[in-house]
């Protein structure tokens, strides 16, 4: 094999594996936090909406009005901070509670607002146990409960 | 026990902005599902309430359960005024703390 053969193969290999490896890595990237249907448990999280809410999963309606801020992954399930805000007066909303699907108990936090709440705005941190998504649920006051979910992907579970 | 620290972002504001008003609670928040090292499982005791009120009147309540990390971090958005934001929790096992924290606002 001459110089210019070995270069141009050389370079015909990076051609072909160098950016398709960079594009396997993105596809990796996106594929380490899965959807929400791939991780819930509806079973779980079923059982604690009965236990806290008296209703069942498909009583929920998805709405853009509320918004989970978490990280996407976090390396430690023990503390993973949440924020979850509305685009609500306080005044509307009778209540607000967080669930995590998988945990062994998926309820987390129960939080109503009084007068002097300047927004519908919480932020805590919490424990994750495995890669599940995490649910608000805002109950407003006109009896609608309203649903965010977002995926944490969590390497090292916080319940143990 | 239960030394808790209250902060308001931005720190000094001016009367009438909406403010992010932080609170840490130094508490364990032991789940119950996590064993000692004999193996034995350590009984839950968390924070089952608190309250924050500005001036008398309710910012918050919130009912955390086993699920809120150890050393909790609660926060709300406010109103800049003048006067006494207060804190006071309950845990599972009867303890309770309360922290009064003076607001300043500048004109």
Known sequence: MNRRKFLKGTATLVALFGPSRWLVAGAQQSAQVPGVEEVQDLKNLGKSLKEVLGIGFDQLTPSEKVRINAPKIAESGANVPVEIEADLPPSEVKALHCFVDKNPFPHIFEASFGPKAAATYFATRIRIAETAPIRAVLVTKDGKYLLASHVTRVTVGGCG | ?107
Do not use: C, W
């Not at chain 2, 620290?5 to 609670?25: A, D, H, N, Q």
């Not at chain 2, 924050?52 to 990390?69: F, I």
């Not at chain 2, 609660?74 to 096992?93: H, L, M, Q, R, S």
């Open chain 2, 1 to 107: 026990m239960g030394l808790i620290l209250i902060r308001v972002s931005p720190r000094k504001p001016k009367k009438g902005e909406t403010v992010k008003l932080s609170i840490v609670v130094r508490h364990p928040m032991e789940p119950g599902t996590r064993r000692d090292d004999e193996g034995k499982l350590i009984p839950a005791k968390y924070i089952n309430e608190l309250e924050v009120t500005q001036n008398g009147e309710r910012v918050a309540l919130v009912k955390p359960s086993r699920g809120v990390s150890a050393n909790p971090l609660f926060a709300f958005k406010i109103k800049a005024e003048p006067g006494e934001i207060t804190v006071t929790y309950k845990d599972t096992a009867g303890e309770s703390g309360k922290k009064v924290y003076k607001l300043k606002v500048a004109e």
